[in-house]
């Protein structure tokens, strides 16, 4: 499977998207508001080659199913990956302000099968028009407007690390599995779009040489990645985070059957089709 890019940007887009309609809805109908361990640890000795010994980390078709986080400034994306079977779930919590209410939105895809899951928290008098199922919605891609924009499966590393390694001139190996080097956020567009939350414009050369710090835990595998990206124009200075964990010991991800999926309703194609 080829690694694309921007799963969590995938994502952002949708629940943006998803939180206008309902925003929109809500107005119109009146509604008024109502530390898992990262794998870290002595790590086998770093090659002669710290960057090549750090890919090598990153995680595979190969590997078993873990957990991941994915974080840049206040949006945080959560799931489990299973590269056999492709398969992921992936949740992420969308606040909105005017009228104000939190959305849990969550997608599980395995292969090209799609279900997601919907909860709205802080509406009161919610009218039947935004009133969402809350098992599991069974999607019909046929009836998604642009699919290239709906999550799918974009292989074992849905924080595109190796991607971004790749950018840095050098890294270093500091020893206990730790890994520094500059990454180049501009460097192509696959890394642009995996952080089309960063203002590249406003980063200008800073954009080019942005800090990392990377951990390979003890059984050899990438435990998480930080870039310490700086403040420029209005954007404040904010951290990438990237974190792989519970390799082999992630829950299988199954397919909902029965009571727990229904059919979508037409307002989740609204919301996704914007």
């Known amino acids: 499977m080829t690694q694309r890019n921007g799963t969590a940007a995938t994502v952002r887009r949708i629940g943006l998207r998803a939180a206008a309609v309902l925003a929109t809805t809500a107005l119109a109908a009146g509604c008024g508001a109502g530390d898992a361990s990262d794998g ?3 790590a086998p000795t770093p090659s002669a080659d710290p960057k090549a010994a750090l890919l090598a980390a990153v995680p595979t078709e190969q590997d078993p199913a873990f957990r991941f986080l994915l974080q840049d400034g206040a949006d945080k994306f959560t799931g489990v990956l299973d590269p056999a079977t492709e398969a992921m779930d992936l949740a992420v919590k969308q606040r909105n302000d005017d009228p104000k209410f939190t959305m849990d939105m969550t997608f599980r895809w395995i292969d090209e099968a799609l279900w997601m ?3 709205l928290t802080g509406l009161t008098d919610v009218p039947d028009s935004l009133r969402l ?5 069974a999607m019909d891609r046929d009836k998604l407007k642009d699919e290239s924009s709906i999550p799918a499966y974009q292989g ?16 270093e190996a500091k020893g206990d599995g730790t890994y520094t080097g500059l990454a180049d956020l501009t460097d ?5 779009s995996t952080f089309d939350n960063v203002d590249l414009t406003a980063l200008g050369e800073a954009g080019k040489r942005v ?6 835990g003890a059984d050899g595998n990438l435990a998480s990645l ?7 124009g209005k954007q404040k200075a ?13 829950p299988k991800i199954a397919e909902p059957t029965g009571d727990q999926v229904q059919k979508a309703p037409a307002l989740v194609y609204e919301m996704l089709n914007g």
């Open 40 to 42: 870290a640890g002595p």
């Open 156 to 171: 074992a590393d849905p924080g595109n690390t190796a991607a971004v390694i790749r950018t840095a001139d050098t890294v």
């Open 226 to 232: 930080t870039l310490n990206v700086p403040a420029a």
């Open 238 to 250: 904010m951290k990438l985070i990237t974190r792989y964990y519970d390799y082999g010991k992630a």
């Open 188 to 192: 192509n567009a696959d890394v642009q």
């Open 211 to 216: 800090p990392f710090t990377a951990v390979v």
């Open 133 to 137: 199922p809350k098992r599991w919605m």
């Open 117 to 119: 899951r919907i909860k």
